[in-house]
Each structure stands twice: as structure tokens, then as C-alpha cells.
T-cell receptor, first 115, second 113 residues
Framework: ETGVTQTPRHLVMGMTNKKSLKCEQH?????MYWYKQSAKKPLELMFV???????ENNSVPSRFSPECPNSSHLFLHLHTLQPEDSALYLC??????????????FGDGTRLSIL | SQQGEEDPQALSIQEGENATMNCSYK?????LQWYRQNSGRGLVHLIL?????REKHSGRLRVTLDTSKKSSSLLITASRAADTASYFC?????????????FGQGTILTVHP
């Protein structure tokens, strides 16, 4: 139990569907992250939020839309995805952006498959 | 840009043997962290070493950091089948990037019973 919960664990969707990934952390952290993990590639940072404010969008296509209503919840809204978007999407949290020497705590991810 | 690069990409050993994984990086760092990922799960933080530290221990884990060579190593002693996982190094930069990590591609460790 890492304190970071992601739902759903698995998602299969067509290219025209709209779906959302959810992440919730119970660690009292203020920074949250979305990563994409594809086979044979390093973990790719997608978005960073600090105290509900987006601080980084790592050139992510607009078909991915993040939302952070509060410091405990993070969503990733998906729309008109492409087959190459199939991957494991990981959410992580840390105490606060701007503080050095912090570990990140990860959820178990959502395995996304685009048909 | 990719910061950490692990070596080897895959490592297969027998239970009881030691496993050594290496990580190289390109730019200056504030800290270097190692994570483990079991199949189908998220990453789990193992150990953090600060840029002014040279060696750190945690149970059967030993991490070294050589900032002059921009490299780190993770040693797992007396390995167990349960250590089978992917291991990633991640570097933490400074300035406005405080808190953000850049991950390498990982080393897949298989420990045979």
C-alpha cells in the first residue's frame, strides 16, 4: 500500500471514446505527477501540479487533459487517443515541488489499451 | 532528454548472489534515487543519495555515487527470488526543477531460486 490509488487499473477504449483516469493520494502531499511508461522507453513526465496549480506540461498532446481539483486528487481526461498512446499511466506524489531530496510515491498505474 | 542510463539492461543471477546495477547521468544533480518496479505495479522508492554523499546503505542495498564520473551503482547483496523486478535510477535537479525527477530506462533483474 503506497498511499497513492489509481483507478481504473485497466482500460480499453476506442479512438473516439472519452474516458478519465483518476488518482488519489492519502499522504498529505502537495505535488502530483502524471507519467507515461511505454515499453523499452524511460518514464516520461507528462504533467506536474503543485498546490493544485499546473507547473509543467511536457509538450503533451491536447488529447490528454489533466485536472487537479485539490491536492489529493488528480485526473487525466482522455479524448480521441491514438494507438501509440497505449501505455501504463502512472500517478505519483511528493511533499512539495521546490523542495530538494524528496522521494516520489507512485500508484500502481492504469494500463491503457487503445483499439 | 534522457538523463539516467542504466547498465546492464538485463541481469540474471542465482539466489544468494550479489547484483550490481550501474547508472550514468549527464548533468549536475542534487540527488539520485533508486526505484524498484515489480511486474504490473508502480515504482517503489528504495533509497536516495544526496550529491554530497558517496555511499549509503539500507538493509541489503548499498548505493554509491561518484559525481566526478556522473555515475552511481546499486548493489543488492544476498539476492532473493523476491528481488526480481526492474530497477530504475532517477536524478533530481536543482533550481526551478526541484522535486522533479528524470528516470533512466531501467535494469531488469531476474533472480532464479
Amino acid at each position: 500500500e503506497t498511499g497513492v490509488t489509481q483507478t481504473p487499473r485497466h482500460l480499453v477504449m476506442g479512438m473516439t471514446n472519452k474516458k478519465s483516469l483518476k488518482c488519489e493520494q492519502h499522504l498529505g502531499h502537495n505535488a502530483m505527477y502524471w507519467y507515461k511508461q511505454s515499453a523499452k522507453k524511460p518514464l516520461e513526465l507528462m504533467f506536474v501540479y503543485n498546490f493544485k496549480e499546473q507547473t509543467e506540461n511536457n509538450s503533451v498532446p491536447s488529447r490528454f487533459s489533466p485536472e487537479c481539483p485539490n491536492s489529493s486528487h488528480l485526473f487525466l481526461h482522455l479524448h480521441t487517443l491514438q494507438p501509440e498512446d497505449s501505455a501504463l499511466y502512472l500517478c505519483a506524489s511528493s511533499q512539495e515541488l521546490g523542495q530538494i531530496n524528496q522521494p516520489q510515491h507512485f500508484g500502481d498505474g492504469t494500463r491503457l489499451s487503445i483499439l | 532528454s534522457q538523463q539516467g542510463e542504466e547498465d546492464p539492461q538485463a541481469l540474471s543471477i542465482q539466489e544468494g548472489e550479489n547484483a550490481t546495477m550501474n547508472c550514468s547521468y549527464k548533468t549536475s544533480i542534487n540527488n539520485l534515487q533508486w526505484y524498484r518496479q515489480n511486474s504490473g505495479r508502480g515504482l517503489v522508492h528504495l533509497i536516495l543519495i544526496r550529491s554530497n554523499e558517496r555511499e549509503k546503505h539500507s538493509g541489503r542495498l548499498r548505493v554509491t555515487l561518484d559525481t566526478s564520473k556522473k555515475s552511481s551503482s546499486l548493489l543488492i547483496t544476498a539476492s532473493r527470488a523476491a528481488d526480481t523486478a526492474s530497477y530504475f535510477c532517477a536524478t533530481g535537479a536543482g533550481g526551478t526543477s526541484y522535486g522533479k525527477l528524470t528516470f533512466g530506462q531501467g535494469t531488469i533483474l531476474t533472480v532464479h531460486p
